[in-house]
């Protein structure tokens, strides 16, 4: 007792029955105030449960002053003479001298706290305590929604600190937030984990709160570039352009934002040579997060002469962003130049405190100034947010100059067709791809050649190219609609003959829906090859369209032999499909007809230079493409030309397994064990969850609902793909299950579980395939 120590006896009513000297001096109680009251009384806390036992470990007591002081307890049952609890002799002394790890959780760099398993706080460290404002000693014992205020974040808080008591599994809780000492709201990163005592029981929670505002801002900024992707040059029109940059950046990066344009950018006269030392710029757009914008200075549409010693000279006369802060003498001059020019809004301008001027820069040419200020925001511009203005005003000036070259334009088609054709091609693995289009330099104008990669299930990819009769805008209206429906229908994956039946069904509606004049205009020729690099075999089907020429990994070149069928549009005539094996390796060269036909040219003679010309050297599909148009095309070519060429790639027999499934319910068990087991060998344990419910649903649903033979496959490519065929040609489709049904959630949960799912006809019946990502790092 006289080292901080104390004794307690407490009966099995949790009664007090006695009280030690001891227990007096570390509470302020003595024994006739203390025995007979229940012990609760004397807790700073309820304890989690009903039993005294709970008192073990650090436990915030009620001193006689009503203070809180924390005490380490234990408590040892005592039994009577029938083995029956009989009460409890609880001890109590003062926690000793920190150790090194109690010094590391006090003097941690970051928020650290240690809570019971009914959230109230038991210790808080020197970082925490300094957060909420307040010491540790007037936190200790409080419940913790008595300690901040009632908001989402708090409740989210507290929810995450009581599922962590219940399940004894850690947590992280990401907030964005204030807290009562910090002045501003910051990201936060907390992690709770429980602890436990020898018993393994969960005793208390702690915590560690990361200040991860820095990180935080650095998502923002790439989230900010990413929808500066999306959401700008949405059109071709300068104005509208400037007015997406404006509406992003306010009010996210800026309380205040401009767009000034050189006049020439609006005009068609060229552009000058060199800046002046005062500067004239249009406002085009601004915005603010005051409606009504009264900060603005300027109106839209007016000009305004930017004097020299101004940010937005500055910016455009240097090439880079300029920053400015409250407290420069130019910065202070230029808002009194502001205030003097429009002293209505003086009292919004008032509180300026940070300005970035950043030029409006495309290819080497400046079309103008975006200016972002901040008012309400606390936060000074720095570094950080000069690189993101910059690269936000790249991109954003890269669309004004497209809209301001198209404005210039847009009497040719010129514009429409490379809108229409791929800017870039998608990503598979099937095949390498490079191509070329160069459309026509003669005066009857831009024709409607096109062509496109289009990745299917089971690793499988489409090469397609395509040529609408005809010239000028119609063709090119027309052809846009074809591509767009070739890859419709190339997501029903149908085969190339059946395909190309639906796209001639396509061209003789839209023929018989136009006018009689226009009619001519919608013949349109048309090759669609689909490759498979598991069984190494192209299909492929011609509607008109010349076949294509192929070179074997042995250096040596040919065309395919082929039916060309009849043209688009013709309609009643079959097509022909054509299937052919090819070495990995090989090149396919999709073409368009102007590469080969002109009318001074002989069409037997153009296809021997290109199949020469496919056998030259060349490091690169990209190299090789430039060498086939240089050897076969004439100097001026007449009519458009599309080259698409593509390096045939293979599965190895490492990345495919496939099982022949006997079509009995009782297999389902060893399909799904196959499938685990060929996953452990690919290093795809992670991915076994998903699978083996993939495997299981459709396997039975092909079991139960389909035909024989019955087969399971996998693939590993760039995503694991799944894929059960069967003899049915029957197709599963998705429903919504009653509450009460025994059945019909499986394709449902496939659908939620995966990337994306179908099914495909085969010649044999149909395949049912399913996508997931691989998991990171494999």
């Not at 026509?440 to 299917?456: E, K, M, N, R």
């Not at 549009?569 to 090989?586: D, I, N, R």
């Not at 009995?664 to 060929?678: I, L």
């Not at 499986?746 to 010649?763: E, F, K, M, P, Y």
């Amino acid at each position: 007792m006289e080292h901080g120590s104390a004794a307690v006896i407490v009966d099995a009513r949790g009664m007090v029955t006695g009280w030690s000297e001891g227990a007096r001096q570390l509470t302020g109680y003595a024994a006739e105030e203390a025995v007979g009251r229940p012990v609760r009384e004397f807790l700073a806390a309820e304890p989690p449960g009903e039993e005294v036992a709970a008192l073990n470990g650090v436990v915030g007591i009620r001193h006689r002053d009503g203070s809180s002081v924390a005490l380490l307890l234990r408590a040892c049952p005592v039994l009577d003479g029938d083995g029956q609890s009989g009460g409890w002799v609880i001890t109590a002394e003062r926690p000793g001298e920190p150790t090194l790890a109690g010094k590391a959780f006090q003097q941690a760099s970051m928020a650290m706290s240690v809570f019971d398993t009914r959230q109230h706080y038991l210790r808080v460290n020197d970082v925490a305590s300094r957060v909420m404002g307040v010491p540790e000693e007037a936190l200790r014992g409080r419940f913790f929604s008595e300690t901040v205020e009632d908001a989402v974040h708090s409740r989210g808080f507290l929810a995450h600190l009581r599922q962590v008591a219940e399940t004894g599994r850690p947590a992280r809780y990401e907030s964005y937030t204030g807290a009562p000492a910090v002045n501003r709201d910051h990201a936060w990163t907390t992690e709770m984990w429980p602890l436990r005592d020898d018993s393994g029981e969960v005793r208390a929670v702690a915590l560690a709160a990361f200040d991860s505002s820095a990180q935080y801002w650095a998502r923002e900024r790439l989230a900010l570039l990413n929808e500066a992707a999306a959401s700008i040059g949405t059109t071709l029109d300068v104005v509208r352009t400037a007015e997406e940059l404006v509406e992003l950046l306010v009010p996210r990066y800026a309380d205040f934002a401009s767009v000034d344009l050189l006049d020439w950018v609006l005009g068609a006269e060229e552009r000058p040579a060199l800046l002046e030392d005062d500067i004239v710029l249009r406002r085009v757009a601004h915005g603010s997060v005051t409606e009504g914008t009264p900060e603005a200075a300027v109106h839209v549409g007016d000009a305004d002469v930017y004097p020299a010693f101004s940010p937005p000279a500055k910016a455009l006369r240097a090439g880079r962003a300029v920053v400015s802060q409250a407290g420069e003498p130019e910065f202070m001059r230029w808002v009194a130049e502001r205030n003097a020019r429009a002293p209505a809004g003086r009292p919004q301008r008032r509180g300026v405190h940070s300005m970035v001027a950043v030029p409006l820069r495309a290819r080497g040419t400046t079309l103008g100034v975006a200016v972002g200020v901040r008012i309400a925001n606390p936060d000074d511009y720095g570094d950080d947010d000069a690189v993101l203005a910059e690269e936000l005003a790249s991109r954003a000036a890269v669309c004004i100059d497209n809209a301001r070259r198209f404005c210039r334009e847009r009497t040719t088609a010129l514009a429409l067709q490379n809108s229409l054709l791929p800017k870039g091609l998608p990503g598979q693995a099937a095949v390498e791809v490079a191509h070329r289009y160069l459309p026509s330099g003669a005066l009857v104008g831009i024709g409607g050649d096109w062509f496109d990669v289009i990745p299917l299930s089971g690793s499988r990819v489409a090469l397609v190219v395509g040529d609408v009769v005809g010239h000028g805008i119609p063709s090119t209206a027309t052809m846009g609609r074809l591509c767009t429906a070739v890859r419709t229908l190339a997501d029903v994956d149908l085969p190339p003959d059946e395909l190309l039946t639906h796209l001639d069904d396509l061209v003789t509606h839209l023929a018989s829906d136009d006018r009689g004049d226009e009619v001519a205009e919608l013949g349109a020729t048309c090759l669609y090859a689909v490759y498979d690099p598991v069984s190494r075999r192209l299909n492929l089907a011609a509607a008109g369209h010349p076949g294509p020429a192929l070179l074997l990994p042995d250096g040596t070149a040919r065309l395919v032999e082929m039916t060309a069928g009849p043209p688009l549009g013709v309609g009643g005539l079959p097509f022909e499909a054509t299937e052919l094996e090819v070495p990995e390796g090989a090149v396919v060269a999709l073409y368009t007809d102007g590469l080969i036909e002109d009318r001074d040219r002989d069409v037997d003679h153009a296809t021997a230079e290109l199949c020469r010309a496919l056998t030259a050297p060349a490091d690169t599909l990209e190299t090789l493409c430039d060498t086939v148009l240089k050897a076969v095309l004439p100097e001026e070519p007449s009519d458009d030309v599309a080259l698409l060429l593509a390096r045939t790639r293979a599965l190895g027999a490492d990345q495919v397994a496939t099982w022949d499934i006997t079509p009995d319910p009782e297999r389902v068990a060893a399909a799904r064990q196959a499938a685990t087991e060929q996953l452990s060998v690919w290093g795809l344990d992670e991915a076994a969850f998903v699978t083996e419910l993939v495997v299981s649903e459709l396997v039975t649903n092909a079991i139960r609902y389909g035909a024989p033979p019955v087969q399971l496959r996998l693939i590993r490519d760039r995503t694991l793909i799944c894929e059960v065929s069967d003899g049915s040609s029957t197709s599963p489709h998705l429903r919504r299950a009653h509450a009460f049904d025994e059945g019909g959630r499986g394709l449902l949960l496939v659908a939620q579980l995966t990337h994306r799912w179908g099914s495909r006809q085969t010649d044999r019946g149909k395949t049912i395939w399913a996508e997931q990502p691989l998991p990171p790092g494999c």
